[in-house]
């Protein structure tokens, strides 16, 4: 239902953008956002913007990511600048709403090389 897409292989202190759609009818009431996970660490949580539109951000991402929202196409993109070696990850978009589990997207694979 969520598919991202935008990843790829990028230079250090480049950017990527990345987009996430949402193919069904559920409309995710209270935010949308995106996880990522890297080789042999936990998932990790990197933004999510609210319904009000409020944006926010992990502390590693802070200043360098920006998330933002389509509220009429029920998308979410993560604009991503600035990217270290360490941002490399799938990244995952997820869409929450009231008294549903969280839905999760399929992942998209972000490279930074050094």
């Known amino acids: 239902q969520l598919q991202a897409c935008g990843g790829g292989l990028v230079q250090a202190g480049g950017s990527l953008r990345l987009s996430c759609a949402n193919s069904?009818?559920?409309?995710?009431?209270?935010?949308m956002g995106w996880f990522r996970q890297a080789p042999g660490k936990e998932r990790e949580w990197v933004a999510s913007?609210?319904?009000?539109?409020?944006?926010l951000y992990a502390d590693s991402v802070k200043g360098r990511f920006t998330v933002s929202g389509d509220n009429t196409k029920n998308t979410v993109y993560l604009q991503m600048d600035r990217l270290k070696p360490e941002d490399s990850a799938v990244y995952y978009c997820?869409?929450?709403?009231?008294?549903?589990?969280?839905?999760w997207g399929q992942g998209t694979l972000v490279t930074v090389s050094s």
């Open positions: 997820i869409g929450d709403r009231i008294g549903s589990p969280r839905v």
């Open positions: 069904g009818s559920t409309f995710f009431s209270v935010a």
């Open positions: 913007i609210t319904r009000p539109g409020n944006q």
